[in-house]
């Protein structure tokens, strides 16, 4: 079945770097564009960044362009976030989520990697 | 790229009809059919409910329905249940390769 599970999630202190992966299984990876979603504690969803299918192509919202980056490696089933100049409003648990086929939604999430932003 | 506006709360009866509504601009929900609807129980991720406006997954209930009119697009729930209570949200495509989502609505069952 399919199954998306990130990882590297933890305490970091602002300003710092993290990496989060995301490993996948269960379908073609190079079906689909690939995403992170984000959610602060207690609050709701928020789209973060965005993969396509071959890396080329990567897209970010406003609250974190230019301090992260997204990318895949398609022979290993894996994404990754790197976040840099970490702020305490990064604070959230970060799904990977799977989109088919360019379909502009979300169809398979992960459990979710808490990330936590704190001095 | 501002978030679509969802109410807070909602509440139903078992077996009653409730609808949430989602509002956003004519760059997001009125300009794509691209809104998709996502239930979240607590402690866990979310699940797709609806999607392109109107669609429903394999496997979800046909008592999740969705429309749109204009900027504004609802998810109904029919023949209410105590497991619909949870959190929905609403998403929009928004337009170069950007997505926003709605605020979130807590469904209470009474």
């Known amino acids: 079945q399919v199954q998306v599970v990130e990882s590297g999630g933890g305490v970091v202190q602002p300003g710092r770097s993290l990496r989060l992966s995301c490993v996948a299984s269960g379908f073609t990876f190079t079906c689909c564009t690939l995403h992170w979603v984000r959610q602060a504690p207690g609050k709701g969803l928020e789209w973060v960044a965005a993969?396509?299918?071959?890396?080329?192509?990567?897209y970010f919202a406003d609250s974190v362009q230019g301090r992260f980056a997204i990318s895949r490696d398609n022979s290993k089933n894996m994404m990754y976030l790197q976040m840099n100049s970490l702020r305490a409003e990064d604070t959230a648990l970060y799904y990977c989520a799977r989109e088919p086929r360019d379909s502009f939604y979300f169809d398979y999430w992960g459990q979710g990697a808490l990330v936590t932003v704190s001095s | 790229q501002s978030a679509l506006t969802q109410p807070a709360s909602v509440s139903g009866s078992p077996g009653q009809s409730i609808t949430i509504s989602c509002t956003g601009t004519n760059s997001d929900v009125g300009n794509y059919n691209r809104v998709s609807w996502y239930q979240q129980h607590p402690g866990k991720a979310p699940k797709v409910m609806v999607y392109?406006?109107?669609k429903r997954p394999s496997g979800v209930s046909n008592r999740f329905s969705g429309s749109k009119s204009g900027n504004t697009a609802s998810l109904t729930i029919s023949g209410l249940q105590a497991e619909d209570e949870a959190d929905y949200y609403c998403c929009s495509f928004a337009g170069s390769r950007n997505w926003v989502f709605g605020g979130g609505t807590k469904l209470t069952v009474l």
């Open positions: 392109e406006d109107t």
């Open positions: 993969v396509r299918v071959d890396g080329s192509k990567q």
